[in-house]
């Protein structure tokens, strides 16, 4: 990759073998954008590509110049207020009221990597030769405000990292009410939009449109990033598809409040920011203190969605998960929460531990209820200590028997709560976020713990090593059960109010850091009610997330696959539940529930004590499945087939890095009677390696594979002869492809 200046013309060209991005220094100092696409070949002046006409009823910025004005000009990070009349990316309130700036650039530097962002989660490098940051500062002489721009072109993929760092060089105290992470300004609206929304049990299902003229915006502002709308974006053209085609995809890495948003203006030119949402934030900076933004990451392609998927997986997966858990395969677990809720004993336990080892299960994750006088959700969320009605020797105990068994133990907590029935609540009232002299709402009988402040997160902090100091846990499942609401801190003046959404996710932020420095070999997954917070920030604390809570295998082929547009599968926490599921109440056979699960972290969220002999064998087999074909599963490249939105049958599938291995997931809704002949046309495999399919036993070529298709007509459907094994609703298969040496 290189960063290019063109001294002359003013240009700054980023490109690598896939993209280029190109922006210039314009006639009034600010930063105008010239390109974003495919990698076009590098040249002395790229100015041309400033398109500026005279347009009636338009202000202009200088008086000798009628083309000029900011309105019909793209730029890198606009503001509001003098001759563009968009939504802004930056807006800084002064003294005296005003609102307009005029940041004009100042000075830029190349660097070989990418330098940290203070406090707050973002992608890396680990070598300088990964990537190359251009650092563009640009300054307001009237305030002394100054901000910088930072872009890391990654050497490999069509990867950009954009985010703003704000530098009070000034004399005045001066308050940000609008700090985006990326303005992007394109030249023409032929997008289709492609959102990742849902909520509660229903989380990230594609939804798309076209783009109109004005503002399409997806955000939230409940504190979390939410079930309702993920932190990420797709613009394809309408061609596009899931094989072939440009595609950009954004992700903010971020937790908290966001706002993505297309504006489609008059000229049909297109306006993408991405940032902390402005609705509900300002920041107070007084003269010399700073403020950086949360990162940004774009990823273009020509070559489809399957394609800028696999760029964000493998970015996510190497350079923006952290850790020992990294890039290691991840343990099979056996979840409590859906086999008792709030009913066990320490000995009911250690049965259902027990079996699961018995059938091969590594962790056993005792979930919520363990602490406290916690027997149901009105009471215990702050008291970080083991019930020792439940648990006799406490978690250390636990944890030493689970051990004898042969298997890990991982712990949940929800450390952002408290009940108000609970000491911590009764020696802390002053705690929880809510207006003074108003009455605060309850989500689940909780209360949000004031994140915001350093001697909360401290106190928590301490009550949670305290535990993992003394007992040998393995995992952590971090939940998060309701969104903020009634934001006030007692902690803050009147005027950094605007600052505790954000104040209180850096607090979040800054306890994942410090736990996981101090318990590196621990596993976290992150968890919001399922997926309210299944986001690219959480991902580099939390290498794994619990992806919803609606664990019944139809509704999750919905979910899971809309993740994949930007997560990959080793971050999707997935389980085999019992039947009737818990939240649709469907019977679906235990293979499907299993063929879903494992194209994710893969565990049982039930008491395997309570399967037939025959299920028990089953699982077994599942669970031996899953242990020798995990490291593909998770870390291979994911390709999606046939979309769970479009039809009666899904499916995808992973290769492995070599090519060898393919394991195919097809998934049929409702049984067919008399039905199609069907096959699906595979991807990713070597044209010349033969696979046998173990199913068939049939030896194919991959070119046969990927262009005539693997062929899935299921001939046990309806018209099957009565002694042979019939297919049901939510049938489901995994082919196995194994290069074997040429026939
Ligand atoms: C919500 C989570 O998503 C569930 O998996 C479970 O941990 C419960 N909370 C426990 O209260």
Not at 118 to 133: H, I, K, N, R, V
Not at 172 to 183: D, E, H, I, P, V
Request: glycine residues 8%; hydrophobic residues 35%.
């Amino acid at each position: 990759m290189t960063i290019l200046y063109h001294e002359n013309s003013k240009v700054f060209h980023l490109y690598n073998d896939t993209i280029s991005y190109v922006m210039m220094i314009l006639k009034n100092g600010h930063l105008g954008q010239l390109y974003y696409g495919k990698r076009i070949r590098d040249r002395e002046d790229f100015s041309y590509f400033l398109e500026t006409c005279e347009r009636p009823m338009t202000a202009r910025v200088f008086e000798e110049d009628d083309a000029f004005s900011l309105e019909h000009i793209r730029q890198e990070y606009p503001v509001f207020g003098t001759t563009d009349f968009r939504q802004p990316a930056v807006e800084v309130l002064q003294e005296n009221g005003s609102r307009i700036s005029d940041f004009v650039y100042q000075s830029h530097s190349v660097k070989g990597g990418k330098p940290k962002l203070s406090g707050l989660p973002a992608t890396y490098t680990e070598a300088d030769e990964e990537a190359e940051t251009l650092t563009v500062t640009l300054r307001d002489a009237l305030t002394g405000m100054e901000i910088e721009l930072l872009y890391t072109i990654f050497a490999e993929g069509g990867i950009l990292a954009r985010s703003a760092r704000f530098l009070n060089s000034g004399e005045q105290t001066l308050r940000l009410t609008r700090a985006m992470s990326l303005s992007l300004d394109l030249p023409d609206r032929d997008y289709v939009w492609q959102q990742l929304s849902g909520c509660w049990a229903r989380e990230c299902h594609v939804h798309s449109r076209k783009l109109e003229p004005g503002i399409q915006a997806i955000g939230s502002m409940r504190g979390n990033s939410s079930h309702e709308h993920n932190p990420f974006l797709v613009l394809r053209r309408p061609h596009a598809n899931e094989r072939q085609g440009e595609v950009i995809g954004l992700s903010l890495i971020y937790s908290g409040n966001f706002r993505i948003q297309a504006e489609v203006d008059a000229h049909d030119t297109l306006r993408v920011l991405a940032g902390i949402d402005p609705e509900t934030f300002t920041w107070r900076l007084d003269p010399g203190e700073s403020f950086q933004t949360p990162e940004a990451v774009l990823v273009y392609t020509d070559q489809g969605l399957n394609h800028m998927s696999q760029t964000f997986h493998k970015l996510y997966q190497r350079r923006l998960a952290r850790g020992y858990w990294r890039d290691r395969v991840r343990p099979i677990l056996n979840n409590n929460w859906e086999a008792t809720y709030f009913d066990f004993t320490e000995e009911r336990l250690l049965a259902i531990a027990a079996k699961a080892k018995e059938c091969g299960v590594e962790l056993f994750v005792l979930d919520d209820g363990w602490f406290g006088e916690r027997s149901s959700d009105h009471a215990g969320l702050g008291d970080w200590v083991a019930n020792r009605r439940r648990l006799p020797e406490g978690i250390a105990g636990l944890a030493d028997r689970v051990e004898e068994l042969g298997m890990k133990l991982g712990l949940w907590f929800e450390p952002e709560m408290v009940n108000k029935d609970s000491d911590f609540y009764r020696q802390h009232p002053d705690w929880i976020l809510g207006t003074p002299g108003r009455s605060q709402s309850q989500g689940r009988h909780q209360y949000v713990l004031d994140f915001s402040r350093k001697e909360v997160v401290d106190a928590i902090y301490e009550q949670m090593a305290e535990i993992l100091r003394k007992a040998k846990l393995s995992y952590i499942k971090w939940d998060m059960n309701r969104s903020i609401t009634e934001c006030f801190s007692g902690g803050w003046p009147a005027d950094r109010q605007g600052e505790i959404y954000h104040r209180y996710i850096l607090g979040v932020y800054d306890l994942y850091e410090r736990l996981t420095s101090e318990f590196p070999k621990v596993l976290f997954e992150s968890c919001a009610s399922g997926g309210g917070r299944f986001d690219p920030g959480m991902l580099y604390y939390a290498p794994q997330g619990w992806l919803s809570d609606d664990s019944d295998a139809v509704e999750r082929l919905k979910i899971q696959y809309g993740a994949s547009m930007c997560y990959p599968i080793s971050s999707m926490g997935a389980h085999v539940s019992a039947v009737p599921n818990h939240q649709v109440y469907r019977n679906t056979p235990l293979h499907t529930r299993a063929n879903v699960a494992c194209f994710g972290t893969f565990g049982y969220e039930l008491d395997l004590n309570k399967l037939t002999e025959e299920e028990t064998e089953e699982v077994k087999e599942q669970i031996a499945f899953m242990k020798k074909y995990r490291q593909i599963l998770q870390f291979g490249t994911f390709y999606r087939l046939k979309s769970p939105f479009e039809g009666n049958e899904t499916a995808w599938m992973v290769v492995s890095e070599d090519q060898k291995t393919a394991l195919v997931g097809w998934y049929r809704i409702l049984n067919d009677i008399n039905g199609r002949y069907t096959r699906l046309r595979l991807e990713g495999l070597h044209p010349a390696y033969a696979y046998r399919n173990q199913k068939s036993g049939l030896v194919h070529y991959g070119d046969e594979l990927m262009y005539a298709g693997l062929i899935t007509t299921d001939d046990t459907a309806g018209q099957a002869p009565a002694e042979a094994k019939h297919s049901t609703d939510f049938e489901s298969g995994i082919y196995i492809l194994e290069a074997i040496p040429s026939v």
